[in-house]
């Protein structure tokens, strides 16, 4: 488990009743590669952003007979420039979208661009949303992580995963953004619900990285023990089905309650907690239907379904306790991560293996090449070939040097803090 470290924070905008006085928004330097925004999607955030509006009475949540009626709203926006098709209209289109059904708190994944960023928060503040945090850190990769509310928000922070940060094939693009959780206080009429927000490793066809998202799960489940006595909602995209190890893990070892348990990738959990009770009313997904957008296309917003939750929140003497762990779907972790870890050293010896034959083989063509009169077709054959061959022994001794390596001490690193909780596969 990596330890947690405060990064500074950088003010985005202000507004305030006495008029629209704005601070602008502090960015880095973008990468404007598009490989850096395909990826689809240590230490806390190195800058956030906070827009912050005076709302109107009577804005905010549905007031009830026990206490507040709290709708939250969580989704992937697939904001990846040069990559989503028309995202300019997708991202003007998406205030609109989601002020249309009615949520108190709003989770974004996938807002990779601070421009666009800035502009769903003051198109939302438009619509009652009065506060947004959106965590920007170009220098480690962004985050793509955006919060907005119609009640006030106070950042905590943002962490990184240990898990994931190395590219395995280079192609599938996670290592290129920063996967972690972004924490705030939702400061509600009720009293203080602890916020996350987050998003984890992406399956891809060669590889579903499925001991990196238990591993990522495992890793926000031990951040929250700092906060073990406070209410929580946790939204994202999990890029895993409800019956799923990741999201299963979450449930038994977090004691959160699945509001959507469904195949979907996306869902918001929650718990009581500090004099403040959560009960799940209702959850569904929204927003996949296609719009027009203003340029005349008709497109959905994103390649993902929203979730849509209502919260009842109120006030408790004697808060009802944590979901009860599931000692099964403990075992069931730690018995996924056992095995993911015990792989390291096949995968390596193979990774050696393969740079030895790679090397084999080029030293091999280089020698019999200078026995034989090549052709001009034939030296492109030759240049190319040795570049592959090149290529093929750099990634597999990396593989077997860095990658698995540390990917095995990372889990290890899960599975010794598992133990030390008393979390092991037997029974």
Same mark, same amino acid.
């Given at each position: 488990?990596?330890?947690?470290?405060?990064?500074?924070?950088?003010?985005?905008?202000?507004?305030?009743?006495?008029?629209?006085?704005?601070?602008?928004?502090?960015?880095?330097?973008? #990468?404007?590669?598009? +490989?850096?925004?395909?990826? &689809?999607?240590?230490?806390?955030?190195?800058?956030?952003?906070? %827009?912050?509006?005076?709302?109107?009475?009577?804005?905010?949540?549905?007031?009830?007979?026990?206490?507040?009626?709290?709708?939250?709203?969580?989704? @992937?926006?697939?904001?990846?420039?040069?990559?989503? *098709?028309?995202?300019?209209?997708?991202?003007?289109? +998406?205030?609109?979208?989601?002020?249309?059904?009615?949520?108190?708190?709003? +989770?974004?994944?996938?807002?990779?661009? *601070?421009?666009?960023?800035?502009?769903?928060?003051?198109?939302?503040?438009?619509?009652?949303?009065?506060?947004?945090?959106?965590?920007?850190? *170009?220098?480690?990769?962004?985050?793509?992580?955006?919060? &907005?509310?119609?009640?006030?928000?106070?950042?905590?922070?943002?962490?990184?995963?240990?898990?994931?940060?190395?590219?395995?094939?280079?192609?599938?693009?996670?290592?290129?953004?920063?996967?972690?959780?972004?924490?705030?206080?939702?400061?509600?009429?009720?009293?203080? %619900?602890?916020?996350?927000?987050?998003?984890?490793?992406?399956?891809?066809?060669?590889?579903?990285?499925?001991?990196?998202?238990?591993?990522?799960?495992?890793?926000?489940?031990?951040?929250?023990?700092?906060?073990?006595?406070?209410?929580?909602?946790?939204?994202?995209?999990? @890029?895993?089905?409800?019956?799923?190890?990741?999201?299963?893990?979450?449930?038994?070892?977090?004691?959160?309650?699945?509001?959507?348990?469904?195949?979907?990738?996306?869902?918001?959990?929650?718990?009581?907690?500090?004099?403040? /009770?959560?009960?799940?009313?209702?959850?569904?997904?929204?927003?996949?239907?296609?719009?027009?957008?203003? @340029?005349?296309?008709?497109?959905?917003?994103?390649?993902?379904?929203?979730?849509?939750?209502?919260?009842?929140?109120?006030?408790?003497?004697?808060? *009802?306790?944590?979901?009860?762990?599931?000692?099964? &779907?403990?075992?069931?972790?730690?018995?996924?991560?056992?095995?993911?870890?015990?792989?390291?050293?096949?995968?390596?010896?193979?990774?050696?293996?393969?740079?030895?034959?790679?090397?084999?083989?080029?030293?091999?063509?280089?020698?019999? !090449?200078?026995? &034989? !009169?090549?052709?001009?077709?034939?030296?492109?054959?030759?240049?190319?070939?040795?570049?592959?061959?090149?290529?093929?022994? %750099?990634?597999?001794?990396?593989? /077997?040097?860095?990658?698995?390596?540390?990917?095995?001490?990372?889990?290890?690193?899960?599975?010794?803090?598992?133990?030390?909780?008393? #979390?092991?596969?037997?029974?």
């Amino acid at each position: 488990m990596t330890k947690t470290r405060f990064g500074s924070l950088a003010l985005l905008g202000v507004w305030t009743r006495s008029g629209a006085r704005r601070v602008g928004w502090k960015r880095g330097a973008r #990468v404007s590669r598009a +490989l850096v925004w395909a990826a &689809a999607s240590a230490g806390f955030l190195s800058s956030a952003g906070w %827009v912050r509006a005076e709302p109107e009475r009577g804005s905010v949540g549905t007031e009830f007979e026990d206490g507040v009626k709290l709708r939250v709203l969580s989704f @992937n926006v697939w904001g990846v420039p040069r990559i989503t *098709p028309e995202l300019e209209g997708r991202m003007r289109a +998406l205030p609109g979208a989601i002020a249309g059904e009615g949520a108190d708190l709003v +989770l974004l994944q996938e807002l990779w661009e *601070p421009a666009h960023a800035e502009a769903v928060a003051r198109a939302l503040r438009e619509k009652g949303y009065g506060y947004a945090l959106y965590w920007a850190q *170009p220098a480690r990769g962004e985050t793509g992580l955006f919060a &907005a509310a119609k009640w006030p928000l106070t950042p905590i922070g943002f962490q990184r995963y240990a898990a994931g940060r190395l590219p395995h094939s280079f192609w599938h693009l996670d290592w290129l953004v920063s996967k972690g959780v972004a924490s705030f206080w939702l400061e509600t009429p009720l009293g203080r %619900v602890l916020v996350e927000n987050t998003h984890l490793q992406a399956q891809y066809r060669t590889d579903r990285y499925e001991g990196e998202r238990l591993s990522q799960a495992c890793e926000l489940v031990f951040a929250n023990r700092r906060y073990a006595d406070s209410a929580l909602i946790l939204g994202g995209d999990f @890029n895993s089905g409800a019956a799923e190890s990741p999201r299963r893990t979450l449930a038994a070892l977090g004691g959160l309650v699945d509001a959507y348990p469904s195949a979907g990738d996306d869902t918001v959990y929650a718990r009581s907690g500090g004099g403040l /009770a959560l009960r799940v009313l209702a959850g569904r997904a929204v927003l996949s239907e296609p719009l027009r957008l203003d @340029n005349g296309a008709v497109l959905a917003l994103s390649d993902h379904r929203a979730v849509r939750v209502d919260f009842a929140l109120s006030r408790c003497s004697s808060c *009802p306790r944590a979901a009860p762990r599931d000692s099964a &779907a403990q075992r069931a972790a730690v018995s996924d991560l056992e095995r993911a870890a015990a792989t390291t050293h096949g995968r390596v010896a193979l990774s050696l293996l393969a740079a030895l034959a790679s090397a084999f083989v080029a030293v091999f063509w280089r020698r019999q !090449r200078r026995r &034989a !009169r090549p052709t001009r077709i034939g030296r492109g054959v030759y240049r190319l070939g040795m570049a592959f061959l090149m290529l093929g022994f %750099v990634w597999s001794f990396y593989l /077997a040097s860095v990658y698995y390596p540390l990917r095995g001490h990372t889990l290890h690193g899960i599975l010794r803090a598992l133990e030390r909780e008393g #979390v092991t596969n037997r029974g």
